[in-house]
């Protein structure tokens, strides 16, 4: 079965400092692996993901993840944090085993906070 | 604009009265989805469907009823409502097609109380 883990509940990063939210993954086939931001009292918003080739994603407002087969992970970063990316982000996976629009998996979440 | 929309945004209830969230989308999407979000325990998906007339279960169905009679709306449906399913609802859409590596966009969401 297909799972996917946020090891982390809660970040902390000062403003101009480089973040990490980890994901790890597990599934039978070929992972397609999601990140998604979530501000408060808002729905999910789409960041980037990574379905096959280079191993290094850009998505949007200026958000990068690596995936890393051999780790099974896929951690979102970002060279320099703003106070404004402060929210709630899920990484997410669904098999690809199949091509089929099977369920998409979530983790629990990492609080990311920023401050000045 | 582009959007999932979700009615009504917020809700507060009694046990066992029946009632109904809609979703619509804009986006021509065959797949559409149900969420409820709870704390420490991220989003659980109640029902899915990958087009008009075919539904299936998710992972926390129970309680729940769907129906996707048309291709931009999939209202989800509480007969009998009842404390534990107070929580974050969301509704989120996505091409269907070749593979299954398309993004989901996401409603704003539904905030349910039951008493």
């Known amino acids: 079965a297909q799972s996917v883990a946020q090891p982390e509940d809660q970040v902390n990063v000062a403003e101009g400092n480089p973040l990490t939210v980890k994901c790890t993954y597990s599934?039978?086939?070929?992972?397609?692996l999601f990140w998604y931001v979530q501000y408060p009292n808002r729905g999910l918003q789409f960041l980037l993901k990574?379905?096959?080739?280079?191993?290094l994603v850009k998505g949007s407002y200026g958000f990068e993840a690596e995936f890393n087969k051999s780790q099974t992970s896929f951690h979102l970063k970002k060279p320099s944090a703003l106070v404004s990316d402060s929210a709630l982000y899920f990484c997410?996976?669904?098999?690809?085993?199949?091509?089929?629009?099977?369920?998409?998996?979530f983790g629990k979440g990492t609080k990311l906070s920023v401050k000045p | 604009e582009a959007q999932v929309t979700q009615n009504p945004r917020y809700l507060i209830t009694v046990t066992g009265k029946k009632l109904t969230v809609t979703c619509s989308q804009n986006?021509?999407?065959?797949?559409m989805s149900w969420y409820r979000q709870d704390p420490g325990l991220g989003l659980r998906q109640i029902y899915y469907?990958?087009?008009?007339?075919?539904?299936d279960k998710g992972d926390v169905p129970e309680g729940y009823k769907v129906s996707r009679k048309e291709k931009r709306n999939f209202p989800l449906i509480l007969e009998s409502p009842s404390p534990n399913q107070t929580s974050l609802y969301f509704c989120?859409?996505?091409?269907?097609?070749?593979?299954?590596?398309?993004?989901?966009?996401f409603g704003p969401g539904t905030r349910l109380t039951v008493l």
């Open positions: 989120a859409s996505s091409l269907a097609g070749f593979g299954s590596y398309n993004e989901q966009f």
């Open positions: 599934v039978s086939g070929n992972p397609y």
């Open positions: 990574y379905i096959t080739g280079d191993n």
């Open positions: 997410a996976v669904r098999d690809g085993y199949g091509g089929s629009q099977g369920n998409l998996i």
């Open positions: 986006m021509n999407h065959e797949y």
């Open positions: 469907s990958m087009n008009v007339e075919v539904t």
